[in-house]
Nanobody
Framework: QVQLVESGGGSVQVGGSLRLECAVSGPLDSAYCMAWFRHPTGGERKWVSS???????DYTSSVQGRFTISRDSAKNTLLLQMNSVNPDDTAMYYC???????????????WGQGIQVTVSS
């Protein structure tokens, strides 16, 4: 089965940068989506960004222009480059995997264990 392991979280100051990584292993579908979600303490888990089978990506409006999702194919790793962070970015971040086709994701079936990101002023 597919396994996801996040790394790269930690503490960062307002305006700083951080890069999250998600190592992917196991039998992957021929076409699949990868995504990042985040869950702030006391809040709900929300979608952040998706990378789709055709290579296109989407972002929630609050991170558009600040975060970049990408894949390192050589390392089979999903990345999330976070720039110009602010306190609202503080959350547990989760990597997710699921089936897709073209520019469409059909839901996420596998989740990582999560990693904490804390932005301090």
């Amino acid at each position: 089965q597919v396994q996801l392991v996040e790394s790269g979280g930690g503490s960062v100051q307002v305006g700083g940068s951080l890069r999250l990584e998600c190592a992917v292993s196991g039998p992957l579908d021929s076409a699949y989506c990868m995504a990042w979600f985040r869950h702030p303490t006391g809040g709900e888990r929300k979608w952040v960004s998706s990378l789709k089978p055709d290579g296109s990506s989407d972002y929630t409006s609050s991170v558009q222009g600040r975060f970049t999702i990408s894949r390192d194919s050589a390392k089979n790793t999903l990345l999330l480059q976070m720039n110009s962070v602010n306190p609202d970015d503080t959350a547990m971040y989760y990597c997710a995997y699921g089936p897709g086709r073209g520019s469409t994701c059909f839901g996420f079936t596998t989740w990582g264990q999560g990693i904490q990101v804390t932005v301090s002023s």
